[in-house]
């Protein structure tokens, strides 16, 4: 017996972050550098590096950026307040919102036409549920956050009768289904998405962690510790009876970890590179583990078209 190393499949990079980084790349190619970003482009901190090191400025507001500047909105997307600050300064906005989020944008704008107000299930203080907030703004009807079930029960609406729900798109399928639950059966007429709002990518995700929990004692995660998906796979796996660990390279591997027999599982949020797992499983050989096999799972095909001014 020994240590065993199998992958997750899918992993890594989703479409929207492939999306949102190659916006920035192509920025860059065409107008040169400084090109300014609100916020962390993705969610990983060795992508941000590369980036910087290119010459692109991350802000954490439109008014850090000069009159008539060159500036990109993350993949998690933007308040409407500041698409607004953004006009009166005279940028030049390239929007690298993933379009999965634009349409859970969409979905609460939707709702506040039809004079509902709108729950969000999400995180406190992530960029994406930020925007998600902000775009009720000009209307009479209020976006409400709530985290988890006992959040459900403490609400207060106006209208019990016209609510609608929309939620972050990188939440725990698991978890979301039971605040979802929830949300009905407090409020029986509540109005939901016409699709689910958990991306793809994410539920892909979460779905391969559970193929490589039933095989496997230790799951490692390859992911920044501000990326929500991520630790998402973290807890998932934990939940399933594997020991978990959040790493954002090769570096965070303790070696204590590490027993035989073992196997190991290896997988990636959705901002993570594909470099970061290969480093990880090299580390992982040097220590004396066999390197087995990827995991049967989703091959994604999904890709989303680039801003018109950035695809020659």
Known sequence: MTMKVYLAKPRGFCAGVNRAIEIVNRALEKYGAPVYVRHEVVHNKSVVAELRGKGVVFVDEVEDVPSGALIIFSAHGVAKQVQRDAVQRDLQVFDATCPLVSKVHQEVIRFAHQQRETILIGHAGHPEVEGTLGQSEGTENRVYLVEKEDDVYRLSVRDPEHLSYVTQTTLSVDDTRLIVDTLKQRFPNIKGP???????????????????????????????KNSSNSNRLQELAERLGSEAYLIDDASGIDPGWLRDPLNIGVTSGASA????????????????????????????????????????
Do not use: H, W
């Not at 970061?276 to 799972?297: H, I, K, N, T």
């Open 273 to 312: 590179p594909e470099f970061q797992v290969q480093q990880v499983v090299d580390r992982l050989v040097d220590l004396g583990a066999d390197f087995q096999s990827e995991l049967d799972g989703v091959t994604e095909l999904m890709e989303f078209s680039l801003p018109r001014e950035l695809r020659t």
């Open 194 to 224: 016409r699709r689910d709002d958990i991306c793809y990518a994410t539920q892909n995700r979460q779905d391969a962690v559970k193929v490589l929990a039933e095989k496997c004692e230790l799951i490692l995660v390859v992911g920044s």
